[in-house]
């Protein structure tokens, strides 16, 4: 999704009661709200195949998938917080049902665009890379089966890139692998 909009500074608790109202989603990064726009089709079919394969090979087991709809939270250290929709989480901790967030994805996938690259590989990447819980962060393209992870190496992260059909995307952290032709499957 791509941001759009910049209102003035507002609440933590402001923001998360105006998300329940509100028909647009935003971010919320430091006191700063950013309306998202909507996203391509093939933005829509990459993000929607993570969320039903993964969601297919964790059924009655302990991590699963969000889409998103659901936010991550993440402290920004010096009391500031932000609070995102990645395009897919998979989450292996308990959260209950009524949660409006979660800050302890095992997973996160963002999928590129022309308006969210820049933010994804670089605000998101620094933000999403000091979550405890996180083991791999996907940045997936829109157009072609390709991804860029960075994986959790001991205290750091290492890059990794897969490429075409035949590649198999493996998360260790939930148990599943999924292939980038189902990934992408319908993707033109």
Known sequence: ????????????????????????????????????????????????NFFRVAGNQLAGKPCFPTGS???LQVPLGGGEE?????????????VPGDALFTGSPSVILEVLSPHTRRNDEVQKFRDYLTIPTLGTYILAETESP???????????FRREILSGPDAILDLPEAGISISLAELYRDVG
């Open 69 to 71: 709809d659901f936010k």
């Open 82 to 94: 932000a609070f995102y929709y990645p395009d897919g989480m998979i989450i292996c901790v308990p």
């Open 146 to 156: 390709v991804l860029t992870l960075h994986r959790r190496d001991g205290a750091g």
């Open 1 to 48: 999704m791509a941001l759009a909009l910049a209102h003035p500074r507002i609440s933590r608790d402001e923001y998360l009661q105006g998300e329940l109202a509100s028909e647009i989603r935003h971010e919320y990064v430091a006191g700063n709200v950013y309306a998202m726009s909507g996203g391509t089709l093939n933005h829509q079919r990459v993000a929607g």
